[in-house]
T-cell receptor, first 115, second 111 residues
Framework: GAVVSQHPSWVICKSGTSVKIECRSL??????MFWYRQFPKQSLMLMAT?????????EQGVEKDKFLINHASLTLSTLTVTSAHPEDSSFYIC???????????FGPGTRLLVL | ELKVEQNPLFLSMQEGKNYTIYCNYS?????LYWYRQDPGKSLESLFV?????AVKQEGRLMASLDTKARLSTLHITAAVHDLSATYFC???????????FGEGTQLTVNP
């Protein structure tokens, strides 16, 4: 149990376009979902915390208008990178919390390349 | 601000040897997590340590937590090549809340 999926697993897009990434908890209802970004050879940096039915909480330095997060249900959160630029190229990973006290379950990640 | 520091950041060891990865964190927390990441992959949960003195073992890996010292260790016994990966520790201030990750320790086990 506790499987988290992401779609797509990788995406290549042109600069200026928008990209939507989905994060789904497949076999449980997630009270909270998190979005992380990881650059090569670096650690994970939290971008935002997402709770179903409420606005996401963004970390300092993360642009709300650029990284749109929608948590439509207890099993689905989406991250939209708007007007993507090459510096947005990264590995985006979501995680979901099923309850406490358990670890966050991580999705397989989405690799974004902006040309 | 919660800070989590790991050392070493890079570890190259021979098969059969033992070694320990250290994780220090800067604020009070009773929960510490260890994750493994293989190249190009996401994170796999290894251990959840929930109280002072907690010790957990899985195969050749053993993790412990000292909340008073704000220190966790991940001990590797008789390393094998399959353990080559990057290991992250992470801390959250309250259960189910945001995680703060260490920098990661890139482990390479050589034949």
């Amino acid at each position: 149990g506790a499987v988290v999926s992401q779609h797509p697993s990788w995406v290549i897009c042109k600069s200026g376009t928008s990209v939507k990434i989905e994060c789904r908890s497949l076999d449980f209802q997630a009270t909270t979902m998190f979005w992380y970004r990881q650059f090569p050879k670096q650690s994970l940096m939290l971008m935002a915390t997402s709770n179903e039915g409420s606005k996401a909480t963004y970390e300092q330095g993360v642009e709300k208008d650029k990284f749109l997060i929608n948590h439509a249900s207890l099993t689905l959160s989406t991250l939209t990178v708007t007007s993507a630029h090459p510096e947005d190229s990264s590995f985006y990973i979501c995680s979901a919390v099923r309850g406490t006290p358990v670890p966050q379950y991580f999705g397989p990640g989405t690799r974004l390349l902006v040309l | 601000e919660l800070k989590v520091e790991q050392n070493p950041l890079f570890l190259s060891m021979q098969e059969g040897k033992n070694y320990t990865i250290y994780c220090n964190y800067s604020t009070t927390s009773d929960r510490l997590y260890w994750y493994r990441q293989d190249p190009g992959k996401s994170l796999e949960s290894l251990f959840v340590l929930l109280s002072n003195g907690a010790v957990k073992q899985e195969g050749r890996l053993m993790a412990s937590l000292d909340t008073k010292a704000r220190l966790s260790t991940l001990h590797i016994t008789a390393a094998v090549h399959d353990l080559s990966a990057t290991y992250f520790c992470a801390v959250d201030k309250t259960s189910g809340s945001r995680l703060t990750f260490g920098e990661g320790t890139q482990l390479t086990v050589n034949p």
